[in-house]
């Protein structure tokens, strides 16, 4: 009984190890298809440089040419040279080899200047398509990378991939060429004098082997902790304040000096194994070149070899430890470039799940009218979203959404300008289902007036047209429209108290500024756009009562032609809106005018008597 357990026990682990085995197998071939990917892409952007690498080629070639001459004229001055004593011949070698090596030179400095300028193109080539590619990601993109790890795909990556072209390709190119025509050179001089070299190849090649495994892990390893770095300070500047008002900076510190440590570590180790092969190189050529030189020294005594060959033929191994130093070393770095190829054109395998229509239509006039059909949206992690929601709102409506925090409200918005796509039911825009819409079309729709109130770090006139799609640069008519919409607002004297007026810098917090004067701001961004619709959320949020009195007579005034959307933790009856719908967990729990809700709603009269304290969170 216990043998038959036993068996059994042991067939089970054995099949589960199978099955493991499998997976990683199955894993293996996996990453190793989306290694060939990625690759795939980056050698299409080397296609763009076809010239260039041929012409680097080339110069590779010539340069390791040119490094045969030195063994050549040593080997030429000592076996015929010396021995007729003619010093004008050998005047004229060395003048001769002089004019080589000075050639050599200017190519060489052509050389670096067309890899440098080739190797900065490109990264810059792959650094504007990447922040491209993010920028057209779905907001879920950045909600499950933090900005750090953003930053560090745009930078540390992209900087790994610039030494691998730059300092790795290259350099392992040119180093190779020059070792596999030194050893043909030695060869030729004498066969079993190279045989020596040789010997080594097979423990070189299994040493480079463990090296790149090495490093590889390395490089995973640093460019994870350069992610941790990025994320610790931009979560610490960000929230500065913070740490400044409850001492809680120290904890920041120690995770942050923590983070450092551990990056120091990798950095060190990486440092130590550049050390080490340099060292190991050194003694390799020693021992070498004195195993040539007894074996050399004999073939002189019993006159099978003369001078000149011997000191040739140390001289090309001398010269062959140098590049295989440089090679050894590159392809150190070479695993860095790799797992920055890999971290940065995995980026590109995102893709938005808003797809453009392949037959776009656009409505011939722009009214503004907008209707939700049964809408049914569900965020990631199954939180908040809307259930069921219809509604419509007539050109020139004024519609006030009200909702308690997580009630769905600016999941509306989100909707309406697709930056997500409901599972069910249809949105229109003037009878025109906005999926069949162009997204820029759709985009042009709409002004938008942000709860957060986010502002471009640039001045004030640029961020009053940011989005209008007219140029910036402050032109006349720029000025004169921007100062009409200033004193239809009321703005006037606000930007006249500026140091520079309209080009005032606004950074991307609005610190220095109001939030009425942001709110102002963003105002006159969301005037300055012929769109005819207008989507304002949580306009009079944080507002003291004066400013939001402002901002209540700027809605009825600069946006009475239009259709406007307005959001609101709380109803808002001094904006006499056209309509009220009220949304209680995703559900559309009542809609109507302002007094109908009055009498048929309770929910909407119990959110009436909300104090003004309550949470203003949409």
């Not at 080594?200 to 090495?214: E, T």
């Not at 909707?415 to 819409?437: A, F, H, K, Q, S």
Request: glycine residues 6%.
């Amino acid at each position: 009984m216990k043998l038959a357990f036993f068996k059994r026990k042991t067939k089970r682990k054995s099949a589960k190890n199978w099955r493991v085995l499998k997976r990683r197998e199955r894993s293996k071939r996996f990453k190793a298809a989306r290694d060939r990917i990625y690759w795939a892409r980056f050698l299409g952007y080397l296609g763009y440089y076809k010239g260039t690498i041929l012409a680097l080629i080339g110069m590779i070639l010539l340069g390791g040419a040119v490094g045969l001459v030195m063994p050549g004229i040593t080997r030429f001055v000592l076996d015929h040279v010396v021995p007729r004593r003619d010093y004008r011949l050998l005047n004229w070698v060395i003048l001769a080899g002089l004019g080589v090596y000075i050639a050599h030179a200017i190519v060489g400095y052509f050389q670096q200047k067309l890899i440098t300028t080739f190797s900065m193109n490109l990264i810059t080539q792959i650094r504007r398509d990447l922040f491209r590619h993010q920028l057209k990601l779905p907001l879920s993109y950045y909600e499950n990378n933090t900005t750090g790890k953003l930053i560090s795909k745009l930078t540390y990556s992209i900087s790994t991939i610039r030494v691998l072209v730059e300092t790795v390709a290259f350099v392992c190119f040119r180093e190779m060429v020059l070792i596999v025509m030194l050893v043909v050179a030695a060869g030729l001089i004498d066969f079993r004098l190279t045989l020596i070299f040789l010997a080594l190849a097979p423990v070189f090649w299994l040493y480079l082997r463990y090296l790149n495994r090495y490093m590889r892990e390395v490089a995973v390893l640093l460019q994870t902790k350069n992610d941790q770095i990025l994320r610790i300070l931009d979560r610490a500047f960000h929230s500065v304040k913070l740490f400044q008002v409850f001492g809680n900076d120290a904890r920041e510190v120690d995770r942050f000096q923590e983070t450092l440590d551990q990056d120091k570590t990798y950095r060190i180790k990486r440092t130590l194994v550049y050390s080490f092969n340099a060292i190991l190189i050194y003694f390799l050529s020693s021992v070498v070149i004195l195993a040539a030189l007894w074996y050399g020294g004999r073939q002189i005594i019993r006159g099978q070899l003369s001078h000149g060959q011997v000191v040739a033929y140390l001289v090309c191994l001398g010269m062959v430890f140098r590049p295989a130093a440089e090679f050894v070393r590159a392809s150190a770095y070479l695993q860095a470039g790799l797992i920055g190829i890999r971290t940065v054109f995995s980026v590109f395998e995102n893709t938005s799940p808003i797809e453009e229509p392949v037959r776009p239509i656009c409505p011939v006039r722009r009214k503004g009218r907008v209707e939700f059909r049964r809408v049914w949206f569900r965020y990631a992690k199954g939180r908040g979203g809307l259930k069921n929601a219809s509604f419509t709102v007539e050109a020139g409506q004024k519609v006030l959404i009200v909702g308690r925090s997580g009630a769905g409200k600016s999941t509306l918005f989100n909707l309406l300008l697709r930056l997500y796509d409901c599972e069910r039911g249809t949105l229109l825009l003037d009878n025109v289902p906005i999926r069949r819409m162009l997204l820029q079309d759709l985009r042009a729709y709409f002004s938008v007036v942000t709860q957060d109130q986010l502002h471009v770090e640039d001045t004030v006139l640029n961020n009053i047209f940011f989005g209008s799609g007219d140029s910036v640069g402050g032109s006349a008519a720029q000025l004169e429209k921007a100062l009409e919409i200033g004193r239809n607002m009321e703005m006037n004297r606000f930007i006249t108290s500026l140091q520079r007026r309209f080009g005032q810098k606004v950074d991307s917090s609005g610190q220095g500024y109001s939030r009425g004067e942001l709110q102002k701001l963003a105002m006159m961004r969301a005037a300055s756009k012929d769109a005819p619709i207008v989507l304002m959320d949580e306009p009079t949020a944080s507002l003291d009562p004066r400013s939001e009195k402002e901002i209540v007579r700027i809605i009825d005034e600069q946006f009475k032609h239009k259709t406007a959307l307005i959001i609101s933790h709380r109803p808002l009856p001094q904006l006499n809106p056209d309509w009220v719908v009220v949304l209680r967990n995703g559900w559309i729990d009542a809609q109507g005018k302002h007094e109908d809700l009055l009498k048929f709603s309770k929910y909407y009269r119990q959110m009436l008597r909300l104090p003004d304290d309550e949470p203003q969170v949409a």
